[in-house]
């Protein structure tokens, strides 16, 4: 039997697939009512269905070169200057990035429109891993790498004015989480969020819509009509799935009764087709990637790579999350799509690349743990000791060097310098502190012998 490192890729790949095909088949199902109804789609009942398969072979074939990158040859780039590149291309989108419903989101390119919030998440990753496994002994002071979360704040800042609060609390919440495995402390990170609160309840006093939210979260059905429209049917499409649910292709909410029914508000169509039980395994699903990913980063050697691994996970569990969450009326709706089934090419390939790095890490984790060479039990129970904020090298060396036990003896020879009793220490542990005659002897010894040695090889 293999180590479960070693197969970790293979669930990642399969749920990904599986995944993937759930995504392509529920956009089609969802979005036929719509394209056929109107004539902005040409009426064409494959319009939508057409766009995602080929953002599937986009994202599918960049998750296949991905996979192949060495992650470690490119870091430096994919670091800060990638980072740079980002943040202007985000003031960039701003300034003239195409207005759809009030929002500057997009760059339009002929028929090809590219979200560039989606590409500062996987950024925002790359640059956080390879600062914090840089700095990984000052984490514990916040203060410290105040350079590597400022650049991240800027960012959701940028993302904010478009504006696109949700994916803007996904980067910091990604952050938050990258910080916790790089050992941040907990004062900390509580004082991180304890702020990050605060500017969340800022921003939503700053635009009435967002108030507005709040208001249709404490009651929707207040006005079922007019702003609890989208919610109030987003709960009927899930109560009406039932345990076994309506079946494929057959429910009611798609006829133009549910807004946002191929993007956003997918899970509930979704719901109504599947019902609970399809609901229940699409949940196990990403519980699966989950925790695949989050044992990948446990497993992994490498603390940028670990980082790389910790980032992505979170950020399409977090993502996934939110989003059922608003489907089902628990949090305010923020916009969010889902990973995966949601209609839009540039979440897609970009989840999709994100995949790509976590089977590039198992690849990786893969081939070193057999070229190593085989642990005993001991040694495996000390390489489970490590964290990702301690461990420095793929293969497993020895814990003790000696440093610590001679600083040890060190501060043993001080205290009973002092009038303490003297307890008794090994003599080669304080070659330079001879406070017994027999150690002293045991010194010279030793050193007498080293000559002879040296000298019969000489």
């Not at 923020?334 to 979440?347: A, D, M, Q």
């Not at 010894?445 to 080293?450: K, N, P, V, Y």
């Amino acid at each position: 039997m293999k180590p479960l490192r070693d197969s970790l890729g293979r669930p990642i790949f399969w749920v990904t697939v599986i995944l993937g095909i759930l995504g392509v088949l529920s956009v089609f199902s969802a979005s036929v009512v719509m394209a056929t109804s109107t004539s902005d789609f040409n009426r064409d009942p494959f319009f939508f269905l057409n766009r995602q398969l080929g953002a599937m072979l986009v994202g599918m074939i960049a998750l296949c070169v991905v996979r192949r990158v060495d992650l470690l040859r490119w870091r430096t780039f994919l670091s800060l200057p990638t980072m740079f590149l980002m943040l202007l291309a985000l003031v960039a989108v701003l300034l003239v990035g195409t207005e759809v419903n009030g929002a500057r989101r997009w760059f339009v390119l002929g028929p090809v429109q590219f979200q560039v919030a989606e590409l500062a998440k996987l950024v925002v990753v790359f640059y956080l891993a390879d600062y914090l496994a840089r700095h990984r002994n000052h984490v514990h002071k916040i203060l410290s790498i105040a350079p590597s979360w400022g650049l991240v704040l800027l960012a959701a800042f940028l993302i904010e004015r478009e504006p696109d609060m949700g994916t803007a609390l996904i980067i910091v919440a990604t952050m938050i989480a990258m910080l916790y495995a790089a050992g941040a402390s907990w004062r900390d990170l509580g004082i991180t969020g304890l702020l990050g609160v605060l500017a969340i309840v800022g921003m939503t006093l700053a635009e009435p819509y967002r108030v507005d939210r709040w208001k249709v979260f404490l009651d929707p059905f207040v006005d079922p009509l007019d702003q609890g429209y989208q919610v109030c049917n987003s709960l009927m499409a899930v109560a009406s799935g039932g345990i076994w649910g309506r079946g494929f292709g057959f429910s009611n909410q798609k006829f133009n009764y549910l807004p946002e029914q191929h993007t956003d508000f997918i899970f509930a169509i979704f719901s109504e087709e599947m019902g609970l039980v399809g609901a229940l395994g699409l949940f196990l699903l990403f519980c699966i990637l989950g925790y695949c990913g989050l044992r990948l980063a446990v497993n992994c050697r490498r603390p940028y790579l670990s980082l790389l691994a910790v980032g992505i996970t979170f950020q399409v569990l977090i993502q996934a999350w939110i989003n059922i969450a608003v489907v089902t009326g628990t949090i305010p709706n923020k916009g969010l799509p889902l990973p995966f089934l949601s209609y839009g090419g540039s979440s897609l390939v970009v989840t999709l690349m994100g995949m790509g790095i976590l089977l590039n890490i198992a690849d990786h984790t893969s081939r070193q743990s057999r070229s190593a060479p085989r642990e005993n039990r001991s040694r495996r129970r000390m390489r489970r000791g490590s964290t990702l904020a301690t461990s420095d090298e793929e293969q497993v060396r020895s814990v003790s060097t000696g440093e610590w036990e001679a600083s040890v003896a060190q501060a043993r020879h001080e205290k009973a310098r002092s009038g303490l009793p003297q307890p008794v220490v090994e003599p080669r542990l304080t070659g330079r502190l001879p406070f017994h005659p027999a150690a002293r002897a045991e010194r010279e010894r030793l050193r007498r012998r080293l000559k002879r040695v040296q000298t019969l090889d000489s």
